[in-house]
């Protein structure tokens, strides 16, 4: 795998290597795993905020429910 480095605060450094040593990981999956995180919180944000949108739209919010309701899958759980 091809690396590269990066210039971080010496606070973030630390906090990077704590977190990694909690974990058992090396600086460079801590590193990644964070990465993967932010990306993940991010889409998150924007689901959500569409989500927000959409129910701002009284007819397309009624055609995202039914469209939900018509392709959901029943998992036996009441």
Request: glycine letters at 6%; a negative charge.
């Amino acid at each position: 795998m091809a690396t590269t480095t990066i210039r971080v605060d010496k606070k973030t450094h630390a906090t990077l290597l704590e977190l990694g040593s909690a974990s058992g990981s090396s600086l460079m999956e801590t590193v990644r795993d964070a990465a993967e995180a932010l990306r993940r919180q991010r889409f998150a944000q924007q689901v959500a905020g569409e989500l927000v949108a959409l129910h701002g739209n009284t007819s397309a919010w009624a055609e995202y429910l039914a469209d939900a309701e018509s392709t959901a899958v029943a998992d036996g759980v009441r």
